[in-house]
DNA sequence: ATACATGTTGGAGC
DNA sequence: GGCTCCAACATGTA
């Protein structure tokens, strides 16, 4: 569920319920979430992987960390972390992290990092690169600073496709493969939406948990990288270590 | 079936 | 202050 593609699918399914009154709010989040009982719901819209229910001034924002998940109009056998009750409807969430925020998101989120956002600014990353020369390439492409929305399985998929290894530091790549990743990790995020919604996302994976190479065929390097100690998937031929 | 994993946060320790 | 490490959270999949 996880990565910023996932949170647009969501989006376009509580889309329906804009508008709608909250005749209640459930479940055993700790924020004060039932304050929000009667008000309507004014917008639905993600920021990477939050999704924000926008109220008045006061916004849900849930994140879905590893294992989060929700049903709409269905329930679970687990306790709902937060459910939202409207009039017959329901929208439940399970194991994800609920915030309450107050006032202009605009204030909280820069729209322009987002991977997914029809203001996704390249030229912005691009510069945000330019000042961490020492970051490898895995990590920055999970900087949720830069590249709000991407995760692991995009981070991997990025790094594939455009032959660089995880472990190269930001400052050794040449401009082409700096640009390159920029606009891959939008490219294939949107990919991913694709090939998400018809259900064979995974079947078209190249590198992430891939035994072999799709390119050479060689076995793939599995191997956690970088200070975010997240697990790579690489190809020791064709993906370049630049240091 | 045991371990790992689409992720983040807060606190400890250095 | 800033960095890294660790635990915690809680569930589907291999």
């Known amino acids: 569920m996880p990565e910023g593609p996932s949170l647009v699918i969501l989006k376009e ?6 508008g709608r009154k909250v005749t209640e709010l459930t479940g055993n989040t700790t924020e004060p ?14 920021w990477g992987k939050h999704l924000l229910i926008c109220f008045g ?30 009039g017959k409807d329901e929208i439940n969430f ?9 006032g202009d998101l605009d204030e909280v989120y820069d729209w322009e990092a987002d991977v997914m956002s ?29 590249f709000s929305g991407v995760g692991n399985i995009i981070k991997n998929e990025v790094l594939f496709r455009i032959r660089v290894q995880p472990e190269s530091r930001i400052g ?29 996302l ?24 970088g200070k975010r100690k997240r697990q790579s998937y690489f190809c020791r031929n064709c993906q370049v270590l630049y240091k």
């Open 33 to 46: 979430v039932s304050e929000l009982a009667g008000e309507r719901i004014k917008e639905i819209r993600t």
């Open 13 to 18: 399914q509580l889309k329906p319920f804009t």
């Open 57 to 86: 001034t006061t916004t849900i924002r849930m994140h879905f960390l590893l294992f989060g998940s929700y049903r709409i109009n269905e329930r679970r056998e687990s306790p709902a972390r937060l459910s939202l009750h409207l």
């Open 172 to 200: 050794a790549l040449p401009t082409d493969r700096l640009s390159a990743l920029v606009r891959e990790a939008r490219k294939y995020s949107f990919q991913f939406l694709e090939w998400k919604k018809k259900g064979v």
């Open 94 to 102: 399970y194991a994800c992290s609920v915030k309450l925020i107050q």
């Open 118 to 146: 029809e203001r996704w600014k390249p030229r912005k990353a691009t510069i945000h690169l330019r000042d961490a020369p020492k970051e490898q390439a895995a990590d920055a492409l999970l900087d949720q600073d830069i």
């Open 202 to 225: 995974k079947k078209n994976w190249l590198a992430h948990r891939k035994q072999l190479c799709a390119r050479c065929k060689i076995p793939l390097t599995k191997k956690v990288t």
